[in-house]
């Protein structure tokens, strides 16, 4: 019932933007669920990118992509935004959209599929 769909990726040169989105569904109140970006490089590990809490709606980057990158959500939309300005060729990599639900009794976790983001000349 829950789904994560990643949009946005693509080919981009040095210095360009991009703006990926995460549509969610199944989701009854998706203003609860924290929000955050990953990306995987071709042979590295998945690494956190950008965070955004539910309640406070606290941000948090990843200290490579401060400045450069800003992660956002439209509840009424049900939908997360990483808006990616003056990329490098070292941004390349899947992007995964992650929604996560915590307290201290419950824990729910989902994931979408990924887009690709390749940053070459």
């Known amino acids: 019932q829950v789904q994560l769909v990643e949009s946005g990726g693509g080919l981009v040169q040095p210095g360009g933007s991009l703006r990926l989105s995460c549509a969610a569904s199944g989701f009854t109140t998706f203003s609860s669920y924290a929000m955050s970006w990953y990306r995987q490089a071709p042979g590295k590990e998945r690494e956190l990118v950008a965070a955004m809490g539910s309640l406070p709606s606290i941000t948090n980057y990843q200290d490579s992509v401060k400045g450069r990158f800003t992660i956002s959500r439209d509840n009424a939309k049900n939908t997360v935004y990483l808006q990616m300005n003056s990329l490098k060729p070292e941004d390349t990599a899947v992007y995964y959209c992650?929604?996560?639900?915590?307290?201290?009794?419950?824990?729910?976790?989902?994931w979408g599929q990924g887009t690709r983001v390749t940053v070459s000349s």
């Open positions: 992650n929604a996560r639900y915590l307290t201290l009794s419950i824990k729910r976790d989902y």
